[in-house]
């Protein structure tokens, strides 16, 4: 069976950090783009990041620029997304999702889904 896990959610202050972590089973994790994406309560879901197969190509919304991070060992079969100078408009359930190969920043394009985990930045 294909399983995405996110974890590292939690309440945090607003200028504090968070690591996620996605960790994939059931496909050659590899040949897969590794996509972040969030849906806050009454929002869409949008998309923060995606990173490449290879690791060689990553894309931000331009809220995430400059203060996210994602990353993926893929020996670990793990991404990660790292969160920094955290707002208060952050706060949203986090979902990693798997796409074959090219990246893509459309939630549509993406047929694996974890089960999202909840972050919280109080102000």
């Known amino acids: 069976d294909v399983q995405l896990q996110a974890s590292g959610g939690g309440l945090v202050q607003a200028g504090g950090s968070l690591r996620l972590s996605c960790v994939v089973s059931?496909?050659?994790?590899?040949?897969?783009?590794i996509g972040w994406f969030r849906q806050a309560p009454g929002k869409q879901r949008e998309a923060v990041a995606c990173m490449s197969s290879s690791g060689y190509r990553s894309y931000y919304a331009d809220s995430a620029k400059g203060r996210f991070t994602i990353s993926r060992d893929n020996a670990k079969s793990t991404a990660y997304l790292q969160m920094n100078s955290l707002k208060p408009d952050d706060s949203a359930v986090y979902y990693c999702?798997?796409?074959?190969?090219?990246?893509?920043?459309?939630?549509?394009?993406?047929?694996?889904w974890g089960q999202g985990t909840l972050v919280t930045v109080s102000s």
């Open positions: 999702a798997a796409r074959p190969i090219i990246p893509s920043t459309a939630s549509k394009d993406y047929g694996f």
């Open positions: 059931g496909f050659t994790f590899v040949g897969y783009t």
